[in-house]
């Protein structure tokens, strides 16, 4: 109990002093929990809805492989015959059973041509108006569509795209486009994740969305009373026979739940990997506080040795302190991820996702693992600083308060370190030396993995080195004040190489993300620039496949001297040499296409590829499978009759545009495919005509001005994009580093805090002395200064060598170039010379408030 006693009053008196360990504590566990909670309430948000609309039990068209059975590249989704709903009203236990017609191949748009589906991934769901849509929409306004010219929109979508009744929407199908006005808006009965929904009556949608009357995509059936749903799927199985696919409501529901749970699995792991970081980066925090608060109390503890505390006794005090920061810091940051999670909820409804409090999901397990983890954390980063306070002898309660016993950097840690940053430095030159992805990316793993220990290791020795070389620039032209704080960041360098390496964590994962992200984008304008020979290419925003009306919209347009058609077999089945079977993709486009994009080859002429019945493989296939240019291979294209095909080319694996993908002819496809089975176009390329480039460009923004779910874009505009989409991907990247660089910033502050408080005496002499001030706390700002140009100049080195070697895998894929992006990384530099200014500002503000002759009294 006497521990017990000493430590809740060292923790007390010291509880300034612990302020911003445990904010680190509070910010990575808050990290976690939010994550936990965030993820939990989307998984509760997906399974109340998936459960509340779907019915006892449904019929569906059993599924094509590897096609989406509600948005196939058909455009048209896969349907049932009306005869089955007579069929399954008929079965045993059934109460009611009706027919769906539901489709996501659509985009809607308003009087003015704006999309009024949601534009952030979330589906445009088109329906017929059945009892089952009860279960979970009220009409609200209006009435349900009552004939062709009449459609029914969900509130959500009303609220957002300011529709009202009378207004009037043009749905674009496959088989055409068809105007409807809003006869009424229905409210979702539950949270509505942020889907457009929108009813038609029962005979326009099945001929305008499913392209023909008397047949359903799905069939719904609700049991009579006391009639189980397994019950229900055995009798409806029975009455209708086939291959049809029937579900029960817990199979249907937890089918849709696998569709976007491995979206919401990544979202989840990678915020946690994130949370991860920010721990990581807050143990040196909580190190390097017990750390000083050790050397602080070194009297002190002197004195308890020599009163008979034994060293157990010493270090379980310290311990105890540590267990008394996480518990406190985990309990604040457990009740801070609610509220972080909340604020993503509501972040998540900017952008179009719609989440509701009411469905806040906070598992038994997460508070437990937020306040196991923050105290696990924070004892384990605790217990060297604890086994160097039992270590401290009674002798030391002769010695000065704050004079550290190991403030040089131990020669057996710089020789592990420095073995540590070899090996890493070995597996990293490795990787640029691997020509398998697999083996390299183990190796990039291991490499970095060892190069950050060996940099944490081998910080106090470098601090030495890097510290003084960054003097020479930085501080030296501020005279003697510029050398005072050049010897205080000396002073201990295991303190410095501490506190640098919190943020050079955070600032290596920037750099080595940097590097990655500005390579992708010089490599793919790289690889535009050499094997793109179209001046346009036409895509969906979301890869919608291209309707029938603008392709051939787009093959009218004056100006272009060819139209590329591209068109993606999903599910195509090989019967190759040696009995083997293979199930591949197969790209069907017009024989321009390779004037368009420019595969190398390495057996062949891509243009043989599109001779009738051939195709063409790429490089790994061919050598895995002994083809050859000749060989003949069965293939089984989706709903067509089989087909021998010839090897008319064999194309290089490494492009990153095509590296990996076969080829045939559309005419080659459609010979065996029916025109209802085939492929609407994913993209579609234009070539101008000579000098007619802008006029071209014009005419095809005016041929696509009705439909505002594609957009051409020359070759300017698609290296735009790529750069866009990679700099908004980093750009979420970085936010997410923030709350790491946050705590770094924090470990700047608490170092230097905790050090003035451990140089008072010295403070109060250097004033007695005739330093003002303001030259004190130009003295702290500079010593902040530079401690964070350590940390960074370590990080972005790293970071960049990192970055390096994973180009060099990227190279494996075609992605061949390498550019640093150096803009961003001297920017990082310069901004990390202003973060050491900013967590300069309190301790320097404190520091010149001392009373000079106060401080050189205390002890």
């Known amino acids: ?84 709903v007579d069929e399954v009203a008929a079965a045993d236990g059934v109460g009611k059973a009706f027919g769906l017609t539901v489709s996501l191949s659509v985009t809607v748009v308003d009087a003015e041509n704006n999309n009024v589906g949601p534009t952030t991934g979330a589906p445009t769901v088109a329906s017929n108006w059945t009892d089952l849509d009860l279960k979970t929409m009220k009409v609200t306004s209006g009435h349900p569509p009552r004939g062709p010219t009449e459609v029914m929109v969900d509130a959500d979508t009303a609220d957002k795209k300011n529709l009202k009744l009378g207004d009037e929407l043009r749905t674009i199908t496959t088989d055409g486009d068809f105007t409807s006005r809003i006869s009424g808006i229905a409210t979702f009965q539950m949270t509505n994740p942020g889907a457009a929904v929108l009813y038609y009556d029962e005979r326009t949608a099945q001929e305008k969305l499913l392209g023909s009357s008397g047949v359903y995509t799905h069939v719904a059936v609700l049991a ?28 249907f529901s937890a089918e849709g739940m696998n569709d976007i749970g491995g979206f919401l699995d990544v979202m989840k792991y990678a915020l946690l990997g994130f949370a991860g970081i920010a721990l990581l980066v807050g143990v040196f925090l909580i190190v390097n506080t017990f750390s000083m608060l050790v050397a602080q109390r070194t009297r002190e503890i002197g004195l308890m040795r020599a009163i008979g505390a034994g060293r157990g006794q010493v270090n379980r005090s310290v311990l105890i302190e540590a267990l008394l920061l996480g518990l406190i810091g985990s309990a604040l940051g457990v009740g801070a991820g609610v509220g972080l999670a909340v604020g993503l909820m509501e972040l998540m409804g900017l952008v179009g996702m719609n989440l509701s409090t009411d469905d806040l999901t906070i598992a038994w397990t997460t508070p437990v693992v937020g306040v196991v983890l923050g105290v696990l954390v924070t004892v384990l980063a605790a217990y060297l600083p604890a086994r160097r306070a039992g270590r401290v002898p009674p002798m030391a309660a002769l010695r000065d308060a704050g004079t550290s016993s190991d403030g040089s950097a131990g020669w057996v840690r710089g020789v592990i370190g420095g073995v540590l940053t070899l090996a890493g430095a070995g597996a990293l030159f490795a990787v640029t030396r691997s020509e398998e992805a697999g083996p390299g990316s183990m190796l990039l793993g291991l490499g970095i993995v060892l190069t950050l220990v060996g940099f944490i290791l081998i910080g106090p020795l470098l601090s030495q080195l890097v510290v003084k070389g960054l003097s020479l620039v930085v501080l030296r032209m501020w005279g003697p004040v510029g050398r005072l704080a050049e010897r205080n960041a000396l002073r201990n360098p295991r303190r410095t190489g501490a506190t640098g390496a919190a943020l050079m964590i955070g ?85 321009s296409y390779a004037e368009d994009v420019r595969v190398e080859t390495v057996e062949g002429a891509l243009a043989d590829a599109y001779r009738p019945d051939s195709f063409s493989v790429h ?33 290089t694996s490494s492009s ?127 010593e902040s200064v530079v401690i964070a140009l350590f940390g960074a100049l370590l990080g972005l080195g790293l970071g960049m060598g990192w970055g390096t070697a994973a180009q060099q895998l990227l190279a494996l894929e075609g992605f061949t170039t390498l550019e640093i992006p150096w803009p961003t990384i001297l920017t990082v530099f310069a901004g990390s010379a202003l973060v050491g200014l900013v967590a300069a500002l309190v301790p320097a503000f404190r520091a010149g408030r001392m009373n000079v002759l106060n401080a050189i009294a205390t002890e």
């Not at 302020?19 to 976690?32: D, H, K, N, Q, T």
């Not at 895995?624 to 067509?640: I, K, R």
């Not at 045939?664 to 480039?693: H, W």
Request: glycine share 8%.
């Open 507 to 591: 600032l290596a994962l920037v750099a080595g993300l940097s590097v990655v992200g500005s390579s992708l984008v010089a490599s793919a304008s790289d690889e535009l620039d050499k094997s793109v020979g179209a001046d346009f290419i036409v895509a969906g925003d979301t890869m919608q496949p291209i309707t029938p009306q603008v392709a051939d919209a787009l093959k009218e347009t004056p100006g272009l001297a060819h139209v590329t058609e591209y068109r993606w077999f999903q599910g195509v089945k090989l019967s190759l040499p040696a009995d083997a079977k293979e199930t591949v993709d197969l790209v069907a486009a017009s024989p």
């Open 656 to 782: 990153s545009l095509e590296g990996g993908a076969m080829f045939t002819s559309i005419d080659t496809a459609a010979k065996y495919v029916p025109d209802d089975r085939m492929p609407l176009n994913v993209m579609m390329f234009g070539k101008a005509e000579e000098g007619q480039e802008e006029a071209a460009y014009a005419a095809l923004k005016a041929e696509l001005e009705p439909y505002p779910q594609y957009t051409v874009r020359d070759q300017a505009d698609y290296k735009q994009l790529l750069q866009d989409q990679i700099g908004g991907l980093l750009n979420m990247v970085y936010g997410l580093l923030a709350l790491a660089i946050v705590v770094a910033v924090l470990g700047v502050v608490n170092t230097l805090a905790l050090s003035v408080v451990e140089r008072t005496r010295e403070i109060g002499l250097i004033r007695a002395i005739g330093l003002s001030r303001r030259q004190l706390r130009r003295m702290i700002r500079l």
């Open 1 to 84: 109990m006497t521990v017990v006693r000493t430590s809740l009053r060292n923790f007390f008196a010291h509880k300034g002093r612990m302020l911003l360990s445990g904010f680190a504590v509070v910010l990575s566990v808050a990290f976690v929990c939010g994550t936990l909670v965030f993820t939990d309430t989307m998984n509760t948000t997906f399974d109340k809805l998936f459960a509340d609309s779907s019915a006892d039990v449904t019929v569906s068209a059993p599924e094509e492989e590897g096609h989406n059975a509600e948005q196939p590249m058909t455009g048209r989704p896969q349907t049932l015959p009306a005869d089955v």
């Open 224 to 251: 009579a009373d006391g009639v189980t749903d397994d019950l229900l799927k055995r009798n409806v199985s029975e009455a209708i026979g086939g291959d049809w696919k029937v579900q029960t409501k817990e199979e």
């Open 619 to 651: 490089e790994d296939f061919a050598k895995e499978h002994g083809l050859s240019v000749g060989d003949t291979v069965g293939v089984g294209f989706p709903g067509g009759e089989p087909a021998q095909l010839t090897v008319g080319a064999i194309t």
